[in-house]
């Protein structure tokens, strides 16, 4: 039998080391030794014991065969990688940067083989005429357990195990004298965890409209044709979105193909899956960050018996392995959370066309506020574009009004309520309806603004709000800008310059003060730290338990409440002069969101937007519903400034012990960027500059961008970075890299 040979990345996450390493296949393990197995083989000079993953299999070595060490065994409990698994683990590591290793870890959902559990039976061995002899020479021999057991199997001939155990207070012990005499049996039967509670079945079908059924019909005509893409449905609030994604994935299922859902928080899953369930039975399941690692595991198992059809969860759903992928579904695509926080720092949308694209599948993009690239990329005609400009049944949009707080204060009212919100909300409570208070974020906005005239105080370089430093300095997190904080407003020399603190739980309490008689509800990250703790609550409201609830961006994201009549936006100021050059976008689709909470069911809705900034034109287009008059206007900005999607950018990141070796770093690799580079006409390398936190857990932290129309020649310039960082000592530094970064660092 001919030699073989396995390329193997080691489980050891440093940029030096990322690379396979070749290994002799033993002939006792020639037969299991395949791309995916993970093993453990002898690593280093001192032959350490380590754990791999093979990537590649062959009967040639590009080294001397007799220095090769052999792989010492394979992890039987370790989870093996599947071929896709590589391919898109190595697409992950070379489209966003990170180790091999890494990459490898991010599409394997679980990482250890676990134990199922099983349900135990007892069965009578013996008829129910001889039982009464046996039960006799028991009593005789006072065997009164025994006696219990056999009692209870007269009239039945089996029984749970843990009920024996526990009601008839039978010792295991007893079981197994029992069954090795022959009288019963215990039968072991192993099943899989299931998250998903058994629900309701019956389902109200509503009649689709002729652009839910021209959707249905084209998404899936491509994909019987051999013409699977990529399609945005840009629908408002309430159109009925979902309805599209359950016949489109109806429609797949017929074919015997497998649907991923993607939602953008794990608040959202209880409604998503209510739907998908009363559509699919237990064909369905979720995978989350709040499952345990067994119900993790099983649901990965499933999906690969072929016993589920539709996987619903964030991102990371997106590595489930079905074997018959037919599409994948991201609802709300244009939300932040679907770009991953931790390297390789990748986004869902780009991944799911990438895996989509490995198995000939199709993917759906759904939002009401789609992000600025999609919507960019339909119409350059890489997606391909319906509109859904309307609400089925009749029901309308709801009624917009925007408060100026500068006026407020004019008139003396300091209160988190503006004038108008106060009245509605009175209005709202006698009635019985429900409202909806929502607050950009749990804590204060890094923003300095001027409360008289809403003056921001802004960088003159980057267009992004300035930040305030503990050392009262302004400082600009893009190009490093900095300015000592003003005591008076530059604009109108008014004293109230200051940052805006405001937080759900002073909200809540100015609720209780102004509304003593209202049941509140607060959902942010406080209140949601508990497996089922979303769920509660959203449960709560809607069965009307609560008459206002307050929270964060989770409560404004595809949440249905119909006696739901009004939403308050607090403080629209608090993600518009965030010091990021999204801020008019996110801002924008906040509002948007925000407002389609309001009047989803038969009685009309009205939503107060309360800005410093009425003028702005994410507040003014937010309140016509106008989405393409305001991505006209924030593509301009975009376009001129060559931010993303008009062009691309990279952000590296510089994490050091000590804080001249980070700062040293990061200027020699902006030289080299600039030096290696030059050839690339339109490269622009912005920085350094501390980074916003420039201290976090006692590491310095330095920041600069790379910016250039082309994505791949950023990938260029990541990869010319890393090779220089395997060439340096980089003790006590790490160097992480992030593609089109959400928000600064």
Known sequence: MKERYADIIVDISHEKVDRPFQYKIPLTLMD???????????????NQDKVGYVVDVSEKTDYPAEKLKEITSVDEKGISAEGRQIQ???????????????????????KQKLKRPE??????????????????????????????????????????????RQKLNVAPATLQTLEKQGYLRIERESYYRNPVRQMSREEDR???????????????????????????????????????????????????????VLIPEIALTYQ??????????????????????????????????????????????????????????????????????????????????????????SVVLGSATPSLEAYYRASLGQYKLYEMKSRPKGSVLPRICTVDLREELKQGNRSVFSRKLRGLMEERLRE????????????????????????VMKCPHCDVSLSEHRNGQLVCHYCGYEEPKKMKCPSCGSKYLMGFKAGTEQIEEAIHREFPEARVLRMDADTTRTKESYEKILSAFADEKADILVGTQMIVKGHDFPNVTLVGVLAADLSLNQNDYRAGERTFQLLTQAAGRAGRGDKPGEVVIQTYQPEHYSVVHAAKQDYE?????????????????????????????????????????????????????????????????????????????????????????????????????????????????????
């Open 32 to 46: 299991v030794i395949a791309p995916g197995v993970r093993v453990h083989v002898p690593f280093g000079r001192s």
């Open 88 to 110: 898109i683990a190595y697409w992950l590591k070379r489209q966003y940067g990170s180790t091999m290793i890494t990459a490898l870890k991010t599409v394997l959902p679980v």
């Open 119 to 164: 349900k135990k039976k007892i069965v009578r061995c013996v008829s129910a005429e001889e039982l009464p002899a046996v039960i006799r020479i028991c009593r005789q021999k006072h065997q009164v357990a025994k006696v219990r057991v056999l009692e209870a199997l007269f009239t039945e001939e089996e029984l749970p195990y843990e009920l024996v």
């Open 206 to 260: 509503p009649c689709l409209h002729e652009i839910q059924t021209h959707i249905i019909d084209e998404v899936t005509a491509d994909y019987q044709a051999g013409n699977p893409g990529t399609y945005l449905v840009h629908g408002v609030t309430g159109s009925g979105k979902t309805e599209v994604y359950l016949g489109i994935i109806e429609r797949m299922i017929a074919m015997g193909k497998q649907a991923i």
């Open 272 to 361: 998503t899956l209510l739907r998908f369930y009363k559509r699919f039975g237990n064909r369905v399941s979720v995978i989350n960050s709040t499952l345990s690692m067994g119900e993790k595991y099983d649901q990965i198992e499933r999906a690969k018996a072929g016993e589920i059809d539709v996987i619903i969860g964030p991102r990371s759903a997106l590595f489930t392995p079905f074997a018959n992928l037919g599409v994948i579904v991201m609802d709300e695509e244009h939300e932040g959370s679907y770009k991953s926080e931790s390297s390789p720092k990748y986004h869902a949308r780009e991944t799911a066309i990438q895996i989509a694209s490995l198995y000939g599948a």
């Open 432 to 455: 019985k309806e429900q409202i909806i208070l929502f607050l950009n974020r749990r804590g204060y906005a890094g923003f300095v603004s001027c409360r008289a005239c809403g003056h």
């Open 629 to 745: 008059g305001f991505y006209e206007e924030e593509i301009a900005y975009r376009d001129f400034m060559q931010y993303p999607p008009v062009a691309h950018m990279l952000a590296v990141l510089i994490i050091s012990q000590i804080q001249e070796q980070g700062q040293s770093l990061s200027e020699r690799m902006t030289v080299l960027v600039n030096k290696e580079m030059k050839d690339r006409r339109g490269l622009h390398v912005i920085g350094p500059a501390e980074a916003s936190i420039g201290k976090l857990n006692d590491l310095y932290r330095h920041v600069f961008y790379v910016r250039h129309e082309e994505y791949q020649v950023l990938v260029e310039a990541k990869d010319r970075l890393e090779a220089f960082c395997r060439e340096q000592e980089m003790k006590n530094q790490m160097v992480q890299f992030d593609f089109d970064p959400m928000t600064t660092y």
